[in-house]
């Protein structure tokens, strides 16, 4: 079992720049591949950014050049710098652990991206 908590997001104006990390306690970390998805009110949830437990990162491409995401395995914790937002980046942000059958989420964390 593995428990996600979100934190750092809030309102930013268009331009700003903000860092989300993910939390993990429960089990061993560094075998999960992690990865961040986002909603926007009225759309469906879409993968933002990806990284495996080799540290390989994947990225869709509206966020390719602004946003990074990594992991520090001695922390737990996997982080999405975003730079360069946005009005559109707007969403609920959510982190995801998964490996095989298993699969865990976070609740979200709000990013507001206005001026």
């Known amino acids: 079992q593995v428990q996600l908590v979100e934190s750092g997001g809030g309102l930013v104006q268009p331009g700003g720049s903000l860092r989300l990390s993910c939390a993990a306690s429960?089990?061993?970390?560094?075998?999960?591949?992690m990865a961040w998805y986002r909603q926007a009110p009225g759309k469906e949830r879409e993968l933002v950014a990806s990284?495996?437990?080799?540290?390989?990162?994947n990225y869709v491409d509206s966020v390719k050049g602004r946003f990074t995401i990594s992991r520090d395995n001695t922390k737990n914790t996997v982080y999405l710098g975003m730079n360069s937002l946005k009005p559109e980046d707007t969403a609920v942000y959510y982190c995801r652990a998964f490996i095989y059958e298993y699969d865990y989420w976070g609740q979200g964390t709000q990013v507001t991206v206005s001026s």
């Open positions: 990284i495996t437990s080799a540290g390989s990162t």
């Open positions: 429960g089990s061993i970390f560094s075998i999960y591949h």
